[in-house]
């Protein structure tokens, strides 16, 4: 009897446990995350860069990781080092590659290379868009891309 009373009290202790690990665990990860928004608020963006990637190497399972790839590389993009938003949006689409934010990642290569310039490596990310996601919302922008290079390159 007394051994049942102990199974007993481990199988309903445990999951109560596990549950305040995980939500430990979500508000550590909540924290982290928020430490860098709160660097971009007051335009640290060098601290807030540091702070996201500390979060994408401490939290490999983080509920943020897409937006704090977003926020790193809109970082990058708005101080116009294109090639270093470029390597952050690949590892966006490459993490996370059916989702939106995956998807926003490849849209955003392809304005990248156009903002550098390079149109024919845009183009090809504008259509690697269209053909892989045709159903996404920015395959429509992408496709509007690459008519207005179409344009601006006659």
């Given amino acids: 009897m007394r051994k049942t009373m102990l199974v007993l009290l ?88 059916l989702t939106d934010d995956g998807i926003y990642g490849l849209f955003q290569i392809g304005i990248c290379y156009n903002k550098m310039g390079f149109e024919n490596d845009a183009v090809k990310a504008f259509s690697q868009l269209i053909k892989e996601y045709p159903d996404s919302h920015y395959a429509k922008d992408a496709s509007t891309m690459i008519e207005l290079l179409k344009i601006a390159n006659n």
């Fill in 10 to 97: 481990l199988l309903v202790t445990l999951p109560v446990a596990a549950q305040e690990k995980r939500t430990m665990q979500q508000e550590a990860d909540d924290k982290k995350f928020q430490q860098g928004l709160f660097f971009v608020s007051i335009n640290e963006h060098q601290k807030a860069l540091n702070e996201f990637y500390e979060y994408l190497d401490i939290y490999v399972d983080g509920l943020h990781r897409a937006k704090a790839y977003r926020f790193i590389a809109a970082i990058y993009f708005d101080d116009s080092q294109y090639t270093k938003a470029i390597s952050v949006y690949k590892r966006l689409f490459e993490e996370f590659p």
